[in-house]
């Protein structure tokens, strides 16, 4: 047991990094379907992640030296179905003229790595009926092909970086966990009643993403950035300059132009399932493309254009007096640092930003729930 819980300790240090990888991917999913995140269903999928990391990892650790593996003999490949049973009457002393020798049935090794085969892929089989929504065909199914993804990789040496199979391919392997993933289809079926269902979730995924949230705005934002800066380098190519603040404008045309044709959105905005639209009360109507115009500049003078007059105005005006140059700068550019963290502050409370304000327009949903929802 004790090797058990230092595999699954294994697991549980790698996870987070796992964890840290898919994360962003992952969000950015169920941002562009649902239009928001919801925490039950952020748990159910980790922790699902989670499971199939630790059961991956006792099927392969502790891993040998290739010394130890190359020194093996034995068979790689046991194919006879049920050999399990004449293993657990041989690992056992029983015997029926002595009834106490019986119990050696019961406490056997073989007989525990048949019920661990079945245990192990139990939670699989709760996984894809309560979340996944399978049958139990396709339980059984799924079920069987991670057992037989396990089987290989162990009978292919961890994908040959050893020399042979350092485990058996066990066709009684494959029927413990499939038969594993069988029952834990019908061992949920008392929470069925309890738990949120997946339509359930969606439903309130699918609600939350009438509002456009403060990371999902930001997210747009971020994605929208290397789009933008692959717009302005063709252009650059195409049309060569030699001012900085052409690059810029160029950088600024982008938000302008993919509005117009895109109907207000950006490729950011595109996948975050937002776009810009008429102010409040006038939602229905699309933004005239001088409110586009109008909306991005004022965007980009606060972000660009007002931080760089600043260090020009103050250069002009302070002369070659550094201290008091930095000190001036420092107050105006703490200023306007202050301004963008109140911007933020009411973005997150989901008021009106000062360039959506002059432009009359804002950013809205583009989430529309599914006919099925709406017959529930």
């Not at 309130?204 to 747009?220: H, I, K, M, N, Q």
């Amino acid at each position: 047991m004790g090797i058990y819980k230092d595999v699954i300790l294994q697991a549980v240090i790698v996870f987070p990094v796992i964890a840290c990888i898919i994360t962003l991917p992952y969000v950015l999913y169920n941002y562009h379907k649902y239009g928001s995140v919801l925490s039950i269903r952020i748990l159910i999928v980790y922790s699902f992640i989670l499971y199939l990391i630790c059961a991956y990892f006792l099927v392969i650790l502790p891993l040998p030296s290739r010394e130890e593996v190359e020194a093996m003999t034995g068979p790689g490949v046991q194919l006879i179905p049920f050999q399990f049973v004449r293993d657990i009457v041989k690992e056992s002393h029983a015997s029926l003229s002595d009834p106490g020798s019986l119990l050696s049935l019961i406490n056997n090794k073989a007989l525990f790595q048949v019920v661990f085969n079945i245990i192990m892929t139990l939670p699989f089989g709760v996984y894809l009926r309560y979340y996944f929504q399978c049958g139990l065909r396709k339980t059984v199914l799924f079920s069987f092909l991670l057992s037989l993804f396990f089987e290989l990789t162990q009978l292919s040496g961890l994908y040959f970086i050893y020399p042979r199979g350092y485990r058996i391919f066990d066709v009684d392997d494959l029927m413990a966990n499939t038969l594993g993933g069988a029952a834990g289809y019908f061992a949920v079926n008392p929470f069925l009643g309890i738990l949120p269902t997946r339509e359930e979730m969606d439903r309130a995924s699918f609600r939350r993403g009438r509002e456009v949230s403060t990371v999902r705005r930001l997210l747009a934002f971020v994605i929208d950035l290397p789009a933008a800066g692959i717009y302005t380098a063709v252009l650059s190519a195409l049309i060569p300059f030699t001012e900085k603040g052409e690059g810029k404008l160029i950088w600024l045309s982008y938000y302008i132009l993919t509005s117009v044709f895109l109907k207000g959105a950006t490729v950011g905005k595109r996948l975050m399932r937002i776009r810009v639209g008429g102010a409040r009360g006038t939602q229905g109507t699309e933004p005239h493309w001088y409110q586009y115009v109008i909306r991005y500049c004022c965007l980009w003078a606060a972000l660009y254009l007002f931080p760089a007059l600043i260090l020009i105005v103050v250069n002009v005006l302070t002369g070659y007096d550094i201290a008091e140059r930095l000190a001036v700068q420092g107050m105006l550019l703490g200023a306007w640092f202050l301004f963008l963290l109140f911007e933020l502050i009411r973005m997150a409370m989901h008021r009106r930003l000062f360039y959506e304000k002059i432009s009359g327009t804002e950013v809205v949903s583009t989430i529309v729930e599914q006919n099925k929802e709406e017959k529930v």
